[in-house]
């Protein structure tokens, strides 16, 4: 068993020492806030009171840009009863946009994600391209239309897209044939907690292109290096390892923010079990500092 | 002595028409049955290749055994076997295997019964039908955007004992999530037909084909893949029983492509060689650099089997 520390099992002088050792938190929604999807985990919002009791700034870094901003805000506010604002919050659709922006982007961006991802960059001005030719390919007259059919773009962004297809990604791959085409990918989860179990998430996809076109996409969501790069500059004056990274995935949650030398927390409310966590290796670069069963531990036993 | 002439001959395939005679006789007695691709072979796309049937003719004028094998399932066995028809060459149904027609006697071997979760093209679920198989499908159509439209889509509760992946134009992350589920049951098996990466479907198109795709299912799964198209080790275990074959080396395998047809020749432990009438020039040849790739003969086209055999046109088109 590699040296894990359960939260509630710290004595009172070492739960001290850990809220004392961090400034910042950056805190994973779905399987840690709330049920993915669904309503609050109980305890969560109490434990997110008390950390803005205990004066630590929290940033919420999810991988799910199907609820709109407004919709992360607003489900903050009436199930936590928490008054959070949009730049605590950091999600794919978001990071794509600040970058599409800081970088004056102007052309057209073909965009293989879920309508409110598509909605926040038309939203911010941006202009992108439909689907062309039929939805269902039933000749070589159609998926030449899918492929070959629409305008050649300057940028392809791919995130979770229900309805991500070979022709889309064959069309993505031949516009990236370009060097001047930009690639861009938000959330690259390998695998995502959902129902019971995992089912395979954006990453798999995203390397089929990145193989197939032979070059790495800028990857603005989890467990991406550009995010991570992206995350370190947004508080340059908090040292790596006085923020706390809390999360429910090892890959795209525990790993990551171990890359960037941040203290972790794995809660057991998502994807992860006990045993998956037991399984590793002293020394993985997945092992978590802390562990907990849900995020309302951090209160401590008397607060819960 | 002969060791080391075998491992020269492997690094520097030698091209048929420069073989020396005695050369040329052994080569011409060491193999009794020839396995040989179609696409790039006999044909690439709509254009034919220049006397290929000379080729097979004159090899079967010499008592070779001809068996065709084509990772293309799209295509009917009628529509294959008129094909041939046309340029001449008189090939039986039973001489063509496609892995549509692989995966089929694979599951009738292993006596396999139950519900397939397939992703393949019409003509390949059509093989699978009419040789009695149960198939399941989709979703077939564009889902609401949602991930309650995903789960209904996608956690399907029927007793799904293979999940089946070859050639579909219309493969969607659906589909592959779905099968996933499926493949998390211990016993539910994962057959993969063609392999290929980047699959040619007309002059200008291509699409990414079924290989990345069941990498992803092999790697969400942990199952490995029993791959009954080139260059799977199922496939031509699966050759070799059909026919049985009890020398490989007496095999020869022709093909165009260097990993998928020498490839799979080397897998089988096959003589291998490549033509240059298809997917691979003579630059690309030379440039290989893996041993399981590089042939044993090249050729530019099967047409110069007929002139190794002294037979066919004489001036070289």
């Known amino acids: 068993m590699n040296s894990v520390k359960h939260l509630k099992e710290l004595r009172e002088e070492e739960r001290e020492e850990f809220f004392d050792s961090f400034n910042l938190v950056f805190c994973d929604c779905d399987g840690v806030i709330w049920y993915p999807l669904r309503d609050f985990i109980p305890g969560s919002a109490a434990a997110l009171a008390h950390l803005e009791f205990r004066g630590k700034q929290v940033t919420f870094v999810t991988n799910n840009s199907i609820s709109s901003m407004k919709e992360h805000i607003e489900k903050f506010a009436q199930q936590g009863h928490l008054k959070i604002d949009a730049h605590q919050i950091v999600h794919p659709a978001q990071t794509i946009c600040d970058h599409l922006k800081s970088i004056k982007f102007e052309g057209l961006i073909y965009c293989l994600a879920t309508p409110p991802f598509r909605q926040l960059l038309k939203e911010a001005g941006f202009r992108l391209t439909e689907e062309s030719g039929p939805g269902i390919i039933r000749s070589l007259k159609d998926l030449h239309e899918a492929i070959y059919g629409g305008e050649p773009v300057a940028a392809v962004v791919i995130d979770v897209d229900f309805n991500l297809s070979a022709a889309k990604m064959m069309r993505a791959h031949v516009q990236l044939q370009n060097p001047k085409c930009l690639f861009l990918a938000g959330a690259a989860d390998a695998l995502i907690p959902f129902g019971q ?9 995203i390397d089929v292109v990145t193989q197939s076109v032979g070059r790495q996409p800028i990857t603005l969501g989890k467990p991406g290096e550009d995010l991570r790069q992206l995350l370190l500059q947004r508080h340059p004056d908090v040292p790596p390892n006085r923020v706390l990274f809390v999360g429910d995935s090892l890959a795209s949650d525990i790993g990551f923010a171990r890359a960037s030398g941040y203290q972790t927390l794995l809660v057991l409310t998502g994807g992860t079990r006990l045993e998956d966590v037991q399984r590793l290796p002293a020394g993985h670069p997945q092992v978590p500092d802390y562990l907990a069963d849900c995020l309302g531990d951090i209160c401590g036993a008397d607060n819960r | 002595m002969e060791a080391s002439s ?68 799209v295509r009917t066995m009628d529509q294959c076997v008129r094909r041939f028809a046309k340029i001449g060459l008189q090939v039986k149904p039973e001489q063509i295997w496609h892995p549509a027609q692989s995966i089929v006697e694979y599951l009738q071997r292993i006596k396999f019964e139950g519900l397939i979760y397939i992703i393949a093209s019409q003509p390949f679920k059509a093989v699978l039908r009419e040789a009695g198989f149960q198939l399941l499908d989709g979703p077939n159509e564009f889902i609401e955007e949602s991930y309650e439209s995903l789960a209904r889509h996608i956690f399907g509760r029927e007793p799904v004992r293979a999940v089946v992946v070859d050639v579909d134009f219309n493969l969607s992350s659906p589909k592959i999530l779905r099968a996933h589920m499926y493949l998390r049951r211990p016993e539910c098996l994962l057959l993969v037909g063609a392999t290929d990466r980047l699959l040619p479907v007309s002059k200008e198109v291509n699409i990414i084909g079924p290989g990345p795709f069941a990498s992803i299912l092999e790697e ?79 050729a530019d086209s099967v047409a110069d089997l007929a002139l190794m055999l002294g037979e066919g046109p004489k001036a070289h088109v």
């Open chain 2, 6 to 73: 075998i491992t020269t001959r492997r690094t520097k395939p030698k091209h048929i028409l420069q073989l020396s005679e005695e050369e040329r006789r052994s080569f011409c007695d060491s193999f009794d049955h020839v396995f040989s691709d179609i696409d790039g072979v006999l044909w690439a796309l709509e254009n034919l290749v220049p006397h290929a049937a000379d080729g097979y003719k004159a090899l079967e004028r010499i008592g070779k055994q001809l068996t065709f094998v084509t990772n293309n399932s």
């Open chain 2, 220 to 298: 969400a799964s942990g199952k490995p893949p029993l791959t009954l198209g080139k260059p799977g080790r199922q496939l031509g275990e699966l050759l070799v029983q059909h026919y049985a074959i009890s020398q490989p080396s007496r095999a020869l395998m022709i093909g165009d492509m260097l990993a998928q047809d020498v490839g799979f020749g080397r897998v089988c432990g096959f003589q291998t060689l490549l033509v240059l009438s298809g997917g691979c020039t003579l630059e690309q040849l030379q440039a290989e650099t893996n041993p399981n790739h590089i042939p044993d003969y090249y």
């Open chain 1, 197 to 205: 179990g995992d089912i395979i998430g954006p990453g798999p996809f």
